[in-house]
């Protein structure tokens, strides 16, 4: 059975939060409360908080900024799987990649990533996504001002609309 994408909803938050704090995931990713996980999941702050199901189950989930008004695309906040090596990241990703490129005003698809999580890395550049540091201060200052300057030990990427 595909990957799919649905909304999260309220219910899906114990899934959300006990996954991101698990030990295997929590050196990977930032931990957000409960509180910032049902602002995204209602849509506040042009978030998107999905839930990626396969075989029917829940089995991780994606948030993403719609960043469009800044002309600087969306950005993949977070994408976490709980059973790696299975490509269900990948095709997750590629899920929303495809959705978002058929909106109107959606430049590219960008997001951070830690230098050390080589497996992550791989996953990105299978999709198309390549190393992407801003050209100038203005370009940077759109990038950041959404989400965050990438912190010492990891770097943007970006996949520009086809």
Same mark, same amino acid.
């Given at each position: 059975?595909?990957?799919?994408?649905?909304?999260?909803?309220?219910?899906?938050?114990?899934?959300?939060?006990?996954?991101?704090?698990?030990?295997?995931?929590?050196?990977?990713?930032?931990? %957000?409360?409960?509180?910032?996980? @049902?602002?995204?999941?209602?849509?506040?702050?042009?978030?998107?908080? %999905?839930?990626?199901?396969?075989?029917?189950?829940?089995?991780?989930?994606?948030?993403?900024?719609?960043? +469009?008004?800044?002309?600087?695309?969306?950005?993949?906040?977070?994408? @976490?799987?709980?059973?790696? &090596? +299975?490509?269900?990241?990948?095709?997750? @990703?590629?899920?929303?990649?495809?959705?978002?490129?058929?909106?109107?005003?959606?430049?590219?698809? %960008?997001?951070?990533?830690?230098?050390?999580?080589?497996?992550?890395?791989?996953?990105?550049?299978?999709?198309?996504?390549? +190393?992407?540091?801003?050209?100038?201060? &203005?370009?940077? +200052?759109?990038?950041?001002? %959404?989400?965050?300057?990438?912190?010492?030990?990891?770097?943007?990427?970006?996949?520009?609309?086809?």
């Amino acid at each position: 059975m595909p990957v799919v994408l649905r909304k999260s909803l309220a219910a899906d938050l114990a899934f959300v939060t006990a996954l991101e704090r698990h030990p295997d995931n929590s050196r990977f990713i930032g931990q %957000w409360s409960d509180e910032e996980h @049902l602002a995204a999941i209602a849509g506040k702050g042009k978030r998107e908080h %999905w839930i990626i199901e396969r075989d029917g189950r829940a089995a991780g989930y994606l948030i993403a900024y719609d960043c +469009r008004f800044l002309d600087a695309g969306f950005y993949v906040k977070r994408i @976490l799987v709980s059973d790696k &090596e +299975r490509g269900t990241g990948g095709e997750a @990703l590629g899920r929303f990649i495809d959705r978002v490129f058929a909106m109107n005003g959606v430049s590219c698809v %960008w997001l951070i990533v830690r230098d050390f999580n080589v497996r992550a890395q791989h996953v990105y550049a299978k999709l198309g996504f390549a +190393r992407f540091d801003p050209a100038d201060a &203005e370009e940077r +200052r759109r990038y950041d001002s %959404w989400a965050e300057a990438p912190a010492e030990g990891s770097y943007r990427m970006r996949l520009a609309r086809p």
